[in-house]
């Protein structure tokens, strides 16, 4: 599954492919979002992460510069809450992945043309 944002495809911009691995303390990180967030001018995009891997094509990629990477996972704590409809019981999903790797991201990439692979070995220490 691939989530893109910016401009169709109709646009001026140049494009560049992303693909790339996300792990998690040496794992894997199951499933989850990766997005690369322009930090001047560009198309801002992002993908799926299955099993570790994302791909964004060229034709939906970000534009060539400078990123801040924002990750996500979604994980269940174990827990039950009560859902937007106060009666049913539902699983509670907290982020697996630290703050420093997504809203406040420490992650920051710099995109040329042509393909683009990067490797995200996040550790929580």
């Given amino acids: 599954m ?21 792990t998690l303390n040496g794992a894997p990180v199951k ?9 001047g001018k560009g198309a801002t995009a992002g993908a799926s992460i ?12 970000p534009s060539p510069g400078e990123y801040r990477v924002e990750i996500d ?3 269940p704590t174990g ?3 009560l859902d937007t409809d106060g009666e049913t019981m539902v ?3 907290e982020n697996g992945i630290p703050p420093r790797f997504n809203r406040q991201t ?3 990439v ?3 043309t042509g393909n683009n692979q990067h490797l995200f070995d996040l550790e929580t220490e």
Avoid: Y
């Avoid at 499933?31 to 930090?39: A, K, L, M, S």
């Avoid at 299955?50 to 990629?61: L, Q, R, W």
């Fill in 31 to 39: 499933q989850g979002v990766i997005t690369f967030i322009p930090t």
């Fill in 91 to 93: 699983d509670e999903f």
């Fill in 73 to 75: 996972s979604s994980v």
């Fill in 106 to 108: 420490e992650l920051k």
């Fill in 2 to 22: 691939l989530f893109l944002t910016g401009c169709g495809k109709g646009d001026a911009l140049k494009r560049t492919q992303v693909e790339g691995m996300v």
């Fill in 79 to 81: 827990k039950q809450i």
């Fill in 50 to 61: 299955e099993s570790g891997k994302f791909v964004i094509p060229e034709e939906t990629g």
């Fill in 110 to 112: 710099t995109l040329k």
